[in-house]
């Protein structure tokens, strides 16, 4: 199985598919400075008005601000609105 992640990796690469999701990968869309989107995330490990740490495959998704408020979260997205300042890529810990 994870042969098969490498291979997907290197086709997309190959086809210049970087705008296309990898399965599995997770997906950050931010909506200008009111909304973040993320996709297969692992659940929230951190939570406060000014920060929201979101855990995904490679390590952590940080979403700085003001007011933040996770207004959804299901299990394949989350949604957080507030006034974003700033969204950081993690790996590994946080």
Known sequence: MK?????LDRM????DLSSEPVPKLPLVEIAGERRVL???HFGVTGYGSQEICVKVR????IICGKGLELVRMTKEQLVVMGTIDGV???KGGK
């Open 12 to 15: 997309a690469v190959a086809a």
């Open 88 to 90: 950081r890529f993690c």
């Open 58 to 61: 490679f390590g952590h998704v």
């Open 3 to 7: 042969g098969r992640k490498h291979i």
């Open 38 to 40: 993320i996709e297969n």
